[in-house]
């Protein structure tokens, strides 16, 4: 279901709640620590409430971490049931985010598949499947093309740090999901006034960035299985995002409070729904993976 990877595209980019607190970071720069983050989006498709999803922020000691939990909701989760964990975590180096470990598990139909992706010194990432990839007719992602790219949550990490020191979403970040190595390339698209229509939590001014996508390698060779990267049926090119950051709070730093895309399926909007600081009980239990 090529509307699935369209979605988690969106929840990736909504997975990016901190890093424009560098407004007034001082030198030598870095990322500070915040306490940790819960938000929560809901995603439409095509008008309908599909997808909810809740986001947990961390960091500390240098390190970070990054959970997004998914799901189908009401009756598209009997008819469509599923269920996504992203868990990327890494070290944070100045104001570069340098990603170790990486996992989705993705269950659809009660079928669950999880992919990791382990990175490595002189940036190798190395790939992990289960079940095993028994992929054919795919185009293959060569050694040197993973070489240095981040897994899709950190890339929009890294993307939110250049907003939020050189006031720019301009910048290219090199990723690979496991299977695909594409570029995404942020753009600046100026100010803009969001209206949530009563769906999410934030109405009024928001910076407005753009995200677009161009494929490296990976993609299928098969017709029908590509039409992930497929505006229409007939053209060829992956829709872009568009990003309304804001502060919905005067304690809060920028946030995604809403995001769009265009897909087969139809408009994919993404409103931010709430957000909280974490418990210290919720704290330990994710820590301890539960």
């Not at 990486?102 to 289960?130: A, C, M, N, Q």
């Not at 098969?222 to 039409?227: L, S």
Request: hydrophobic share 40%.
């Amino acid at each position: 279901m090529n509307m699935r990877k369209a979605i988690l595209l969106g929840l990736v980019l909504a997975a990016l709640p901190v890093l424009s607190a560098q407004a007034n970071v001082a030198k030598p720069l870095r990322i500070p620590v915040l306490p940790p983050l819960l938000t929560t989006y809901d995603v439409y498709v095509g008008g309908f409430h599909f997808i909810t999803a809740q986001i947990w922020f961390e960091e500390q000691k240098n390190a970070y971490r990054v959970v997004v939990k998914a799901n189908t909701r009401g009756l598209w989760g009997k008819f469509f049931p599923w269920n996504t964990v992203l868990d990327a975590r890494g070290r944070i180096n100045g104001l570069r985010f340098e990603p170790k470990e990486y996992s989705g598990h993705d269950e659809w139909d009660y079928k669950p598949k999880v992919t990791k992706l382990h990175f490595r010194r002189g940036g190798k990432v190395i790939p992990e499947f289960d079940p095993p990839n028994t992929d054919k007719n795919r185009e293959i992602v060569t050694d040197a093309q993973k070489k240095g790219s981040l897994d899709p949550v950190t890339a929009l990490l890294q993307m939110l740090a250049n907003v939020a020191v050189k006031k720019s979403c301009a910048i290219p970040v090199p990723v690979f999901d496991g299977k695909r190595r594409f570029d995404i390339t942020g753009r600046d698209a100026g100010d803009d006034y969001t209206d949530s229509d009563g769906y999410g939590i934030y109405n009024g001014k928001a910076r407005l960035c753009g995200a677009d996508f161009k494929m490296i390698s990976g993609e299928w060779k098969d017709r029908e299985r590509a039409r992930f990267w497929k505006k229409t049926e007939t053209e060829v090119g992956r829709e872009p995002f568009q990003i309304w950051l804001a502060s919905p709070a005067k304690e809060l730093p920028e946030l995604p409070v809403r995001l769009e895309s265009g897909s087969i399926a139809g408009l994919i909007v993404v409103h931010l729904t709430s957000w909280r600081y974490a418990t210290a009980e919720e704290i330990k239990a994710q820590r301890a993976g539960k």
